[in-house]
């Protein structure tokens, strides 16, 4: 286990300028979250018919060239009002999550005109070995969506697992789908992965049609998961350490389709013009970019309208297992 106490850090994804946080959504459309940025989080969704809830974020007309479009976002200094603050710890961590006046009252978060962040706080007064900080949850859910989220710096630390990812907005879990687009522990690497009940294989040939993208998870590429033998699949072309993605700002995209699912990291002196004029194009161009990608058509696989989810977690099932012994 870890003899470091996790020193308060900030995380901050984010997407298009400014550098707040704001998610938005529309169909196809493309949501941006952040931790601490200077830009905001937006969801887009391809132009046709919305099939969940329109979010309540900003809105754009329905276009018909196949281009996505904004329906929602989170940005500013309200970017935290479109997120639900939760309490419960299901991975049994040493974080004290905290609702949104105290998260605000302690500074656990903090949002102003040009960035948002989530940080980690002083140790609970109120539960021994647990340090306050926050988990939120978008108030909107999507399905078929582009999702931009920009970042500055992400924490990381012996004992410290941040997470953004997405989440079924119902059922049980993993029925329904859970995508981890940015999640690693302690000082270990990176790793895209996706979770979900039933049956749900993956094609290995048509995983490495757009280059090498071995399963990290040494699943076969089968995403159903039921710990502690399945693990769930995570097909990366590539990985990087805790360290490296807290220097290295840019945009994590994800496109969800019917077909498949793709995640890109676009380095911050690389984003294209069409997101910089919040027109994303998401065409081949982009896959220079990618670095997981889940194709589903002909599977089995089932998944349900996803949230958006934002964490800082202290040990827990993952961190407190795999922690090297380190002192500072």
């Avoid at 859910?141 to 997405?166: D, E, M, Q, R």
């Avoid at 998870?217 to 990366?236: E, I, S």
């Avoid at 998401?282 to 220079?288: G, H, K, L, M």
Wanted: glycine share 6%; net charge negative; charged share 25%.
């Amino acid at each position: 286990m870890c003899t470091t106490t996790p020193k308060p850090t900030t995380a901050e994804p984010t997407t298009a300028e400014p550098t707040t946080a704001q998610p938005t959504t529309a169909e196809p459309t493309t949501a941006e979250p952040t931790a601490t940025t200077d830009e905001a989080v937006n969801s887009t969704e391809k132009p046709k018919p919305m099939t969940t809830e329109k979010p309540s974020g900003t809105e754009e007309e329905t276009v018909t060239d196949g281009t996505y479009r904004k329906v929602w976002q989170a940005q500013g200094k309200t970017f935290f009002d479109q997120f639900n603050f939760l309490w419960d710890d299901p991975n049994h961590g040493s974080a004290q999550y905290l609702l949104q006046p105290e998260a605000e009252e302690e500074g656990v978060i903090e949002a102003t005109r040009n960035y948002a962040i989530i940080r980690t706080g002083r140790a609970s007064p109120k539960y021994l070995y647990k340090r306050m900080t926050a988990r939120i949850e978008s108030k909107d859910h999507w399905k078929n969506f582009l999702s931009l989220i920009k970042f500055s710096h992400v924490p990381y630390g012996c004992g410290v697992w941040p997470a953004l990812f997405t989440l079924a907005s119902k059922g049980e879990w993993p029925n329904g789908g859970e995508l981890d687009m940015l999640e690693y522990v302690n000082m270990d690497v990176s790793k895209a992965s996706f979770h979900t009940g039933g049956s749900c294989q993956l094609a290995p040939h048509v995983v490495n049609e757009l280059g090498s993208f071995p399963d990290r998870n040494d699943m076969n590429y089968d995403c159903v998961t039921d710990y502690p033998d399945r693990l769930g699949c995570a097909p990366n072309k590539w990985m990087k350490s805790s360290e490296d993605w807290a220097h290295s700002p840019g945009i994590v995209a994800t496109q969800w389709t019917d077909d498949f699912i793709k995640l890109f990291y676009i380095p911050e002196a690389e984003i294209p013009q069409d997101i910089k004029d919040e027109k994303p194009e998401p065409t081949s161009a982009w896959d220079r970019w990618l670095f997981s990608w889940y194709p589903l058509a002909g599977t089995s696989c089932k998944v349900e309208a996803q949230k958006l989810m934002m964490q800082i977690n202290f040990c827990g099932d993952w961190a407190g297992k795999d922690a090297p012994a380190e002192s500072s």
